[in-house]
């Protein structure tokens, strides 16, 4: 995701925003995408373009960085830069103003063959994402053949457990502190019901 040659130096760069800054309101206000997305996600791009500058790791694409540099205390800078990069721009593309509403066929048998119901698959994931202690994720991933809801704290990515990330929700404050405060249930369960990007999560499984 983002990589692009300019001159000798490949660099990583900011992908472009899917949707306008005010596409996702009211869920999630213009401000909040603006820093979100402006500042904190252009951050540890920026970061980690410093960082892999010159190393072994330039060059590279951003799911070869955080694999290879996963669970390397030595490497931890890094990794947290390049799985917040690519964490970001999945979660922008885990979310729609179309969102909502119910799976595909195909993802929903798959859903109803792990969790019983889609519901259910909901349940789990609002309580990954409202018990994350501190900083985090929550997502919904392919683990071998199943699908599952975890949780992950600061940068960590299911892509360094294995598993292939289908959907995620932001449950850093910077997600949705301007707009709801301590109020982080409040905020996953409107992007669960209102925002969630079922057809980029059916996308994923292929
Ligand atoms: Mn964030």
Redesign the pocket.
Known sequence: MGNDTIGNASVHVLPPLPYAENALEPVISANTINF?YAK??KGYVDNLNKLIAGTEFAGLPLEKIITETAGKPDKAAIFNNAA?AW??AF?WRSLSSKGGGEPSADLKQKIEASFGTVDACKKELAAAATTQFGSGWAWLALDGGKLTVIKTGNADSPLAKGMKPLFTI?V?E??YYLDYQNRRADYVSAVLEKLINWSFAADNLK
């Open positions: 979100h904190h996600h917040q964490n970001h979660y932001d850093w910077h997600a």
